[in-house]
Each structure stands twice: as C-alpha cells, then as structure tokens.
C-alpha cells in the first residue's frame, strides 16, 4: 500500500476542494440570478436546520408548514439552536433575536409567492414531492428557482411536474443542515445554467462546501454509502456482529462505522409499523421499538450517556433471521469488503458522468461523510491500495452479487497501472 505523507494528503484535499467550485463548460461570464429572499417548505430537522443557513447569513427567510404546532417546534428548535450558540459564546446573545426576526413562519404555500429562491424539505415522498412542485409552479413567481432537498429521488421526474423545468435543481444538504459542510448541487436534465451558476455563488455564500454532481439513486456521496451499507449487511448474515464491522471502522479512522451511524440516524427512517423491507433485521430491531439512540436501543444498546454497548437481543435477533453464527473476521477483511465497493461506485460514477472529477467524490466524502482526512477520500483511498487490490477483491465480490461487478474503467486501470484520481471521463456535462 502506498503511504502518502501529511503534507501531501493535505495538499491533495486542498486542491480538490478548490478544484470543487470549477464547473467546465459553464462560463464565467453566466448571468446570476438575483436571489434576497429565501422559501422554505418543512420545518422539520432538515428544513430548520436549511433555514438557519440563509438566516445566518443575512436572508430573510420564509417557512412554510401544514400546521401551527409544527410551525411552532419548527422554529423553537431554531431558536434554541441559537441560543446555545450564544451561550457558548459564538456570537453575542443579541445576535439570537437577530437571527430569528429574519424568520416569517406562514401555513400556506401562496406565502412563497414572491421569493427568489424555494427550497422543498420535506420527507422522502416523491407523491408527495410531485405535489408540492405542481403547486409550487402555480404560485412562484417568473424567474424563481424551485430547488429540492431530495437525498436519492429522481429530480428529472419532480421537475416534469412544472412548466419550467429549467429552473428546477436539486440541493441535497446533509443532516443536521446548519452543522454540515457539503451540499451536493444536482443538476438535471434541464437545470438552466443560470441556475447552477446562482446556486454555486449561493453556496459559498451560506459558507457551504458545493460539489455539482448529476441526477442518479442516491446521486454522489449516498450512491456510494448504499454500496457500502449492502456490503456492511452481508457481513452480518454472515455473522460478523455490527459491532465487530464498526469497529474496524472505527480503527481505519471513521468516528462512526455503519451501524453506529445508522443507529444514529434511526433506523425506522423509511420504515412503519408492520413494513417488511430489505432488512428484516432493522425491521425486528424496529417492531421491538429498537429505533437508535433516541430509544436507547437500536443495533446497540446506550446508556444515559448514549455510549453503545454491544446487545444481546441483537445478537438473538441475527441469530434467528439469518441462521448465522457469530464469527470473527480481521479488520483488514471487513475494510476491504466495505470499503473497495465504495471505490468501484465511484468509478462507475465517473463512467456516467455524474460527477465532474475524481476528486469531486472525494470532496463529497471528506465534507458530508467524516472520511478520515488522512486517507484523502475513497477515489484517493484507492491510489493508497492500487488498482489490482481493489479490483481482486471486486472480482469476488461481483462474482456473488451482479451489482458489484468490477467498473470497466477499474479493468483498464489495473491492467496499465492507472490511478482512480487521473479518471478523465470528460466530466458532468452542463
């Protein structure tokens, strides 16, 4: 394996950050759109913490719910993320009202009637999403750019529901929305290049890292966490308990490996009560009110000060759905299992034109995933490990499951000793 030095690492993620902002083909000269006031329609988690961005940075802010009560502890809970910030001493405690009477909480969507820019939050619905855009291309007015927060849903099919489909662009913030550095700025099949143009100087202006990616399930960074996840999952009908997969996260540098992260996030995000998906272990965690930390019980167990402890009723549960016995496997096996799968993605990302440059991806994971810095990002990772150990380890597990077979790209770069970060596809076409 190759062990690049400190200083070359960081130099590294420095120049892809700054390459990040470059969009070929887009010219400098492209007019902006005038964007003072900002819409929002949600004001769950994602929605206030999107809100905050603008609100902070000057704009003011329209949002938008279905319900008093939930307009209410919308902005309750934006308001006390500002007032901790206070209180640690951030800004000064006059700044919180500030901040917050740049706020305008409305119950109707005809409120959003005159601003610049709206901003769609909602839950990952795409009925309801189709919904919302009809009504959004009644009431906005000319020149309004509709942006949606989806994480993984076709933008192209959301932005046939307007008239105007090249004003409609997907910003995928990451949760929680005010803390988190990267927005993937998605552009679809008709996104103007006004718009995209706009958008990039917006992100700069809410202090966001912006990467501009293309419309796919899941498009960059969470494509290549679902490769991840399946992996992750495999192990465990294999045996290999989550906490023994964490932990070799952990040690290769991730605060969190998946299932510490997904405990984290809740597991009964798009699951209900009775639902069989594709994980029958996260539904039986979840039917048995195992939801995550927020329970205290998910994967793990937590104690009052949400440290995880390995569950005994997990161990039961994994036992009874997949048959397996527990087992052990090295560190190094579970990293290269899940993590050369995240590599290959990215490679075939690049195939299609989804992202602008390997080290897009790279940005995308560092800023919006917590990838250990000193391992520069998966498409980096996989210059450290070399193509041939990457694509040995494809070949089997593609050989088990079709969708993981090895990238052509990857082929071509183990046989001529290529590098992931050299990929040349030509970049995201605009």
Known sequence: MMQPNEEEVGEYIAEAGAKAWEVPGLPADTPRREIKTVGIIGAGTMGGGIAMNFATAGYPVTIVETTQEALDRGVGVVRGNYQRSA?????PQEEVEVRM???DGQLSIEALADCDLVIEAVFEDMELKRKIFTELDRVMKSGAIL???TSALNIDEIAAMTKRPKDVIGLHYFSPANVMKLLEIVRAKHTADDVVATCMDLAR?????????GVCPGFVGNRILFARQKQANKLVYQGVMPWVVDAAFNAFGHKMGPFQMMDLAGLDIGWSKGAKTEN???DALCELDRRGQKTQAGYYDYDENRKPIPSDVTVGIIKEITGAEPKTMSAE???EVCIYPMVNEGVKILEENKAQRPSDIDVVWLNGYGWPPDKGGPMFYGDMVGAQAVLDVMERLGAED???????TLRTLAAKGGKFTEIDKGGLKV
Not at 87 to 91: L, V
Not at 205 to 213: E, F, G, H, P, S
């Open 147 to 149: 942006a949606t927060n």
């Open 333 to 335: 096996e579970i990293i």
């Open 402 to 408: 079709a969708e993981f077979t090895p990238a052509q």
């Open 101 to 103: 009477g740049r706020f």
């Open 280 to 282: 029958p272990i996260r």
């Open 87 to 91: 209180d640690k001493g951030r800004f």
């Open 205 to 213: 202006d809410i202090n966001k890292v912006a990467t501009l990616v």
